[in-house]
């Protein structure tokens, strides 16, 4: 690198690359750190894709983040020359009552969203690849769907590195300190001095900055494919993405796409903190039965044969939004952290605002609710 570095992004993942190449393309001297392979499937960005919905029960504020999401991540398809957010509409399902389907509605409502309410008969008959239970209600919005996130992140780091960003991978960073109005940063190879830091590193978030070690907490999270017995039922055209309250908890799947199999999640899968450096890879049958226990009842026709069953990792805040701010002391350094499992759709957006963050210290995106002092 030259001497000058304007900014250094610790962890290229998800909200890391497109950090990068937000600095990176608004003229900054950006170096990118990632003590993995990029991209790679240690932490939370990996197995293909990650759900996209316009309509938001977690709180009606993250509608206008999400919007211009959406404008980035067509910006970013185009540098690319590669489609990257594919629309299937997205379901979101739960009795009528219950938060996810009437907090999906109420951002419809709020926002001016075009969706549709439909009863379980209504989905079923529509999309037969559901099988939702009597007094499911759903919000359908056709804007939804699934982003790559692997292809994602690889189309940012393209992208940055013909802005003239330098990024660093299999360089793990041992520990950084501010330095009178910026930082140096240590790793197992060199030492870098900044104007500015910014901290993406997922799971491993509170190793970077002890302050999070209570407010960024990983959790293990396993995801299956299973192959449809009738895969005409499962293909993206005819099977909208899904977020799904059950009596067994709340649910997320995917149609055929990429890799063999429907692809299905529960949400805080077994609840199992973990350390991120330890983080158990494999997998059992009760982490299959748990995701197949539901398939067979809600998706019986997509609850055939085993094709892949994976580990990733949420990192969950107290109340489950997200934290990205400067730190409180410390203005040259921003942060973005506890994804809390409904992320990566942001990736865009975040990108942009911590690139406000670190060259202005203030963005105009409203992110009030993510703001680091509410706990």
Not at 49 to 66: G, K, M, Q
Not at 301 to 315: E, H, I
Not at 323 to 329: A, R
Request: proline share 5%; hydrophobic share 40%; aromatic share 10%.
């Amino acid at each position: 690198m030259a001497q000058k570095i304007d900014c250094i992004v610790i962890g290229v993942g998800g909200m890391g690359s497109s950090a990068v190449y937000n600095l990176a393309k608004r003229g900054q001297r950006v170096l990118g750190l990632e003590q993995f392979d990029i991209p790679h499937a240690e932490g939370s960005s990996h197995g293909v894709n990650r759900i996209i919905r316009l309509a938001y029960y977690e709180d009606t504020s993250y509608v206008p983040l999400l919007r211009r999401a959406y404008e980035m991540w067509a910006d970013i398809e185009k540098i690319a020359g590669e489609q990257l957010l594919f629309k299937t509409g997205s379901i979101d399902t739960a009795p009528s009552g219950h938060e996810v389907f009437e907090g999906s509605l109420e951002s419809c409502l709020e926002h001016d969203i075009p969706h549709e309410v439909l009863n379980y008969q209504q989905i079923n008959d529509r999309f037969p690849g559901y099988n939702m239970p009597v007094g499911q209600m759903g919000l359908l919005q056709q804007d939804g769907g699934f982003v790559l996130s692997e292809r994602s992140i690889v189309a940012y780091v393209n992208a940055a590195v013909a802005e003239g960003a330098e990024i660093h991978a299999r360089e793990s960073v041992v520990k950084w300190e501010p330095e009178g109005d910026g930082v140096r940063v240590f790793t197992d190879r060199a030492e870098y001095t900044a104007d500015r830091l910014v901290v993406t590193a997922g799971a491993w978030a509170a190793g970077m900055m002890p302050s999070l070690e209570e407010l960024a907490v990983p959790e293990r999270q396993v995801l299956a494919w299973l192959q449809p017995e009738d895969p005409s039922l499962f293909t993206p055209d005819v099977f909208p993405v899904f977020n799904a309250y059950f009596e067994e908890g709340r649910y997320y799947g995917f149609p055929v796409f990429g890799i063999p199999g429907f692809k299905v999640g529960r949400y805080h899968h077994l609840e199992e903190v973990v350390d991120p450096d330890h983080l158990e890879q494999g997998v059992t049958r009760e982490d299959e039965e748990i995701l197949r226990t539901a398939t067979a009842r809600y998706f019986p026709k997509a609850n055939g044969t085993l094709m892949t069953l994976k580990t990733c990792m949420f990192t969950n805040t107290p109340d489950e939004h997200f934290i990205i701010d400067t730190v409180p002391g410390l203005p040259q350094v921003a942060i973005a952290a506890g994804f809390s499992g409904h992320g990566f759709k942001f990736a865009s957006v975040v990108g942009e605002i911590l690139g406000d963050l670190a060259i202005n210290g203030a963005t105009n995106h409203n992110i009030d609710l993510l703001r680091i002092d509410r706990f």
